[in-house]
């Protein structure tokens, strides 16, 4: 167990909709960050946020967007979606910035029909 | 842009044996750290083992070792005296600290360990 903890573990959806993904980092990380694993693109960075902030900026659509709370918490929010959406997403947490290691969550396993 | 490869797409052992995964990338930095994680069939990604660049002694983690090559930029896993367990895939990853803190992966390689 990572300490990382992700929901839902699973969401069945349809085109078109929205949802959102929740992600609780390790006690005492500050930085958050979300991956999207799919067949064809392989295991690609999306988004970090540092203590509440944008850090840095991946491959993230912009029908994707995030945000970081103030308890550290950070929810993924992908709306209009598409069928090619489809795919496990990942949140991973560190302490701060430059540390190294990043610890990831189960995971949260989408599948939009 | 920083890229990894890893050029094995499958490999089997039996179990007991040593089997090495491979791993380069490209980069012009000179600091930065490298990873490999595990994604075993429940999906988790599990960190194996972190090198840092600066770093001339390669990394250990019990049956886990890397070979770190920095000139070549190569980076490989040696798993020894393999078990069961060790069947997933396994990922090596790339990241630059202080400012571009992105993991960056290969493809992975899938390793099945045969009883």
């Known amino acids: 167990d990572s300490g990382v903890t992700q929901t839902p573990k699973h969401l069945i959806t349809a085109t078109g909709q929205r949802v959102t993904l929740r992600c609780s980092p390790r006690?005492?990380?500050?930085?958050v960050y979300w991956y999207q694993q799919s067949l064809d693109q392989g295991l690609q960075f999306l988004i970090q946020?540092?203590?509440?902030?944008?850090?840095a900026k991946g491959n993230i659509l912009e029908r994707f967007s995030a945000q970081q709370f103030p308890d550290l918490h950070s929810e993924l929010n992908l709306s209009s979606l598409e069928l090619g959406d489809s795919a496990l997403y990942f949140c991973?947490?560190?302490?701060?910035?430059?540390?190294?290691?990043?610890?990831f969550g189960p995971g949260t396993r989408l599948l939009v029909l | 842009a920083q890229t990894v490869t890893q050029s094995q797409p499958e490999m089997s052992v039996q179990e007991a044996e040593t089997v090495t995964l491979s791993c380069t990338y490209d980069?012009?930095?000179?600091?930065?750290?490298l990873f490999w994680y595990k994604q075993p069939p429940s999906r988790q990604m599990i960190l194996v083992i972190r090198?840092?660049?600066?770093?001339?002694q390669n990394a250990t983690e019990n049956r886990f070792s890397v070979n770190f090559q920095k000139a070549a930029k190569s980076f490989s896993l040696k798993i020894s005296d393999s078990q069961l367990g060790d069947t997933a895939m396994y990922f090596c990853?790339?990241?630059?600290?202080?400012?571009?803190?992105?993991?960056?992966f290969g493809t992975g390689t899938r390793l099945t360990i045969i009883p």
């Open positions: 946020y540092y203590n509440g902030e944008e850090r």
């Open positions: 006690s005492g990380d500050l930085s």
């Open positions: 990853a790339f990241m630059e600290p202080f400012g571009n803190e992105k993991l960056t």
């Open positions: 980069t012009s930095e000179n600091n930065y750290y």
């Open positions: 090198q840092e660049a600066y770093k001339q």
């Open positions: 991973a947490s560190t302490k701060g910035e430059g540390f190294g290691t990043q610890y």
